[in-house]
């Protein structure tokens, strides 16, 4: 059989050396219990306090996006003031009117 030299394209080899590398720093990382990914050295303080952390931004989301559907809950919109009679069927009859004659 005849020797077949490959010459790699500069994006070629940077592909292969960053698989490479990708594939040594797996090593160094494992996943816990819950399937996240941590280093493998890491002390068991380190890691609780990263996940106090975790635990806090999530809260803190969660409480961000309780307070914008509250809000979002507590904006009127149109069917809503036509159950006050703030306004009347007659009056968006005639907007309708005027928006189809223009």
């Not at 797996?26 to 941590?38: A, H, P, Q, S, T």
């Not at 493998?40 to 309780?66: M, V």
């Amino acid at each position: 059989m005849p020797y077949i030299e490959h010459i790699y394209t500069s994006k070629q080899l940077a592909i292969v050396l960053s698989l490479c590398y990708n594939s040594y720093m797996v090593k160094n990382i494992i996943k816990d219990i819950y399937g996240n990914e941590v280093p493998a050295g890491i002390s068991f303080t380190d890691y609780w306090d990263q996940q106090h952390k975790l635990e806090a931004l999530s809260n803190a989301e969660s409480i961000r996006q309780r307070e914008e559907r509250k809000n979002r809950m507590s904006t009127p919109t149109d069917a809503d003031s036509l159950k006050d009679g703030s306004q009347s069927e007659k009056k968006i009859e005639k907007t309708k009117d005027d928006m189809q004659t223009a």
